[in-house]
């Protein structure tokens, strides 16, 4: 049994947006001009269950920007989606969040607009929520995975293409786990090495496996999964998987390869060092279960959202309704794109020429059951992420998953995946986290009342 929600700590902390300088391509490389909360690119920010995170971010970029917290069941006031649920945090200003994460796990925050250019340069962080392990890990490695697309005087290349935006996205020109080319570390020999691999890349999607060392999944997107083998697991943009390996004998070496890419590619490698533990046997204890509500199957609520390219009709884009509070918003450029390549429910988010927010793409009510059937039209695959909720995925019809919870899943081409959840009150975003899909149309928004 889980022990009761905690009252913890209260963190106040100050998130400064910021352009810093770093050398992405080696210590002798060039200085590129990154973006970051922190002084490091993808700073890890550690609570524990039942603290309290106050964060301030303060503005210092040349343009409006917010946080949202990815996967993170907070209020819909604090969500970060600039105009849904707040104003854009212009240059020079600052908002401050609050919320008390109700789920333990590994989870990321980004802006929500101009992601391509702004998550593009580096601007994202971590955010792990700590406490659901029945025994302490002896070692606990964040690799947040994500390309860099530079030129080789360390300037940035374009981050979002027509070629790419109308495809699979743009990809990065150098890979990089924790924003450096190679990731190695030590590790307790026969320790246990808690892995938390994120994908916060734009576009590319990576398929996870371990060599040299048994592993098991024990989360998905931050939700504590009964652990099993891990042979490979794909996670697409946003998706996050949270490994226990069981460290070899000392002197050993064992790596977390990427199996997607063309040849497997390292996106750590991890050498063991004498400690005082003994060999024994493996079988993770898992971790406490999560407090998320569990969709009531018998009776949901059944919608459907096709995945698919932009028609000429989805241009035809419609404002919310007079009354609405949101109809005096406009988007600004930052918010929308010059064209339009996809669309859900062949109804795409606006772009240069349609600047009123969209009406929302279903009205649900607060506390009910759903069960969300998802397809995909296109040839590509998209990696489809509800705000403000986790997920259950109940099957997918062209991939072979166990049940899992989730708050972004991967939906291959021409694939039929049914999701359920229970409802929470708001204005919810729902989109394909494929950087350039969400910007050229694929992406809207629930509403629930
Ligand atoms: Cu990572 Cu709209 O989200
Ligand atoms: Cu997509």
Same mark, same amino acid.
């Given at each position: ?362 009205? !649900?009510? =607060?506390?009910? @059951?759903? #069960?969300?059937?998802? +397809?995909?039209? *296109?040839?590509?695959? $998209? /990696? ?9 995925? !109940?099957? =997918?019809?062209? @991939?072979? #998953?166990?049940?899992? +919870?989730?708050? *972004?899943?991967?939906? $291959? /081409? ?36």
């Amino acid at each position: 049994m889980r022990p009761p929600f905690p009252v913890g700590r209260r963190h106040e902390l100050t998130f400064t947006a910021a352009e810093r300088e770093a050398r992405l391509l080696g210590p002798a490389g060039p200085v590129s001009r990154i973006w970051t909360y922190t002084d490091e690119p993808f700073g890890v920010t550690r609570l524990r269950l039942g603290d309290t995170l106050q964060a301030r971010l303060v503005n210092r970029l040349p343009e409006h920007t917010s946080m949202h917290w990815h996967g993170i069941r907070v209020p819909n006031s604090q969500d970060g989606v600039q105009y849904l649920t707040q104003p854009p945090v212009e240059p020079g200003e600052s908002f401050t969040y609050e919320f008390t994460p109700p789920d333990t796990g590994t989870f990321f925050f980004h802006p929500h607009c101009n992601e391509t250019g702004q998550v593009g340069r580096g601007l994202a962080g971590i955010l792990i929520v700590e406490g659901e392990e029945q025994e302490p890990s002896h070692a606990d490695i964040v690799l947040a995975n994500k390309d860099w697309r530079l030129a080789d005087d360390g300037s940035w290349l374009p981050f979002d293409t027509p070629e790419g935006a109308s495809r699979a996205g743009t990809f990065g020109t150098v890979r990089a786990v924790n924003g450096m080319q190679a990731f190695s570390a030590d590790v307790p020999a026969h320790g246990d090495i808690r892995l938390r691999i994120l994908n916060l890349d734009a576009s590319r999607m990576i398929e996870v496996g371990v060599e040299g060392a048994e592993a098991y999944v024990i989360a998905t997107d931050g939700n504590p999964v009964e652990p099993f083998p891990l042979h490979t697991w794909r996670l697409g943009a946003a998706m996050r998987l949270d490994v226990l390996v069981r460290a070899p004998a000392a002197g050993r070496t064992f790596q977390v390869l990427d199996y997607f890419s063309a040849e497997p590619w390292p996106l750590a490698t991890l050498k063991t060092v004498e400690a005082s533990l003994r060999p024994r046997p493996f079988s993770p204890k898992p971790l406490y279960a999560s407090l998320v509500p569990r969709a009531d199957l018998k009776n949901a609520e059944r919608m459907s959202f096709a995945f698919s390219a932009a028609t000429g009709a989805a241009n035809f884009v419609q404002a919310v309704a007079q009354d609405d509070p949101l109809s005096k918003v406009l988007l600004d450029s930052l918010c929308v794109q010059d064209s339009t390549f996809w669309a859900i429910n062949k109804v795409s988010w606006p772009n240069a020429d349609h600047r009123r927010m969209p009406p929302p793409l279903a009205m !649900l009510q =607060a506390g009910k @059951s759903y #069960v969300f059937e998802l +397809m995909n039209a *296109t040839p590509h695959p $998209h /990696p489809i992420h509800l705000h403000g909720h986790m997920f259950e995925v !109940l099957s =997918a019809s062209r @991939s072979d #998953v166990p049940r899992f +919870m989730a708050d *972004t899943v991967l939906l $291959h /081409p021409k694939e039929r995946i049914e999701i359920a959840f229970v409802a929470e009150r708001g204005d919810w975003m729902f989109h394909c986290h494929i950087l350039e899909h969400l910007e050229f149309g694929m992406m809207g928004y629930v509403r629930v009342v």
